[in-house]
């Protein structure tokens, strides 16, 4: 088989070339890191974890109209996504008051912020992601502004799905981080959301005991990541629980090629030969 071309390596993922061109394959590690990369870590099975809670999600955002770049899952750690021009901001959304907004104003952690708040924040380890304003964006062209009006409205449809859908599953959601890329059609381009949407960007808790379900338990070493991680899977129903242990990540592929017949697949009239 021949060796895939890797083309970035980050901190919890990595990027090799895909089968088709425009197309990327991103590969999830278990690895975790924290303020900017000053702490790093392990989380067992979180490229699993995340693969999976992250394709539930954008495959769910898609049916109500989210352009996503993803896909289909390849396998346990893989998933096939666009190839997008990374916007390079971190747009954050905000709930309840936790984490640095709550550091920043001196307000206390779990308070309910009068309305949700959509923040900007550089995307660069080495300038520490520093927060900025939609001037900023407009001035060094980050963003345009059509651009930036397309992330804010997708960021709040976003924002009220997974409400509605961790709310289910009695979770909290707290705040979130979302990357947008463009994707180009001749002289035009469109914004498309990008990256991944997991435990690892996204403060979940448990709305009844308020037990944080995400990477804020490796950030403040407070332990129990790999279960507050399967415990997110395994309320979405990712996630199938036997007696022998904690469980095994539902593989929705693995049951359709079982199910699927054994004759070879015929070549698509349709679709051109590349
Ligand atoms: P913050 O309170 O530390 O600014 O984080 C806000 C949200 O953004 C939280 O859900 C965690 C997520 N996040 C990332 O995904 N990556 C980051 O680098 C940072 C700082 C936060
Ligand atoms: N993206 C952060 C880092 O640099 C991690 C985080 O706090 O989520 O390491």
């Not at 979770?171 to 707290?174: A, D, G, R, T």
């Given at each position: 088989m021949s060796r895939r071309r890797q083309i970035y390596e980050g901190k919890a993922k990595i990027l090799y070339e895909g089968p088709e061109p425009g197309t990327i394959i991103q590969y999830f590690k278990d690895d975790a890191t924290a303020f900017n990369a000053e702490k790093r870590g392990t989380i067992n099975g979180k490229g699993v974890i995340n693969n999976r809670i992250s394709e539930h999600v954008f495959l769910r955002l898609a049916h109500i109209g989210i352009p996503t770049h993803f896909i289909r899952r390849l396998n346990m750690r893989e998933q096939l996504v666009r190839q997008v021009e990374i916007i390079p901001l971190e747009v954050v959304v905000r709930n309840i008051a936790a984490g640095s907004i709550a550091k920043r104003f001196g307000i206390e952690e779990g308070e309910q912020l009068p309305h949700t708040i959509i923040e900007y924040y550089l995307k660069s380890d080495e300038l520490g992601d520093p927060l900025i304003s939609e001037e900023h964006i407009a001035c060094f062209n980050w963003a345009t502004h059509e651009e930036m009006q397309d992330m804010a409205a997708m960021a709040i449809r976003v924002n009220d799905f997974m409400c509605g859908m961790f709310a289910a599953i009695d979770?909290?959601?707290?705040d979130f981080k979302l990357e947008f890329g463009r994707i180009f059609d001749g002289d035009f381009s469109r914004v498309i959301l990008a990256d991944e949407i997991s435990p690892d960007n996204c403060r979940l808790w448990d709305f009844n005991t308020g037990e944080k379900l995400d990477k804020d338990r490796f950030r403040r070493d407070l332990g129990g990541e790999e279960e507050a991680y399967q415990e997110v899977a395994k309320r979405l129903g990712l996630l199938q629980d036997d007696e022998n242990g904690p469980g095994e990540v539902v593989d929705m592929s693995a049951h359709r090629s079982r199910l699927r017949p054994s004759t070879p697949a015929k070549p698509n009239p349709a679709k051109p030969k590349k």
């Open positions: 979770i909290k959601l707290v």
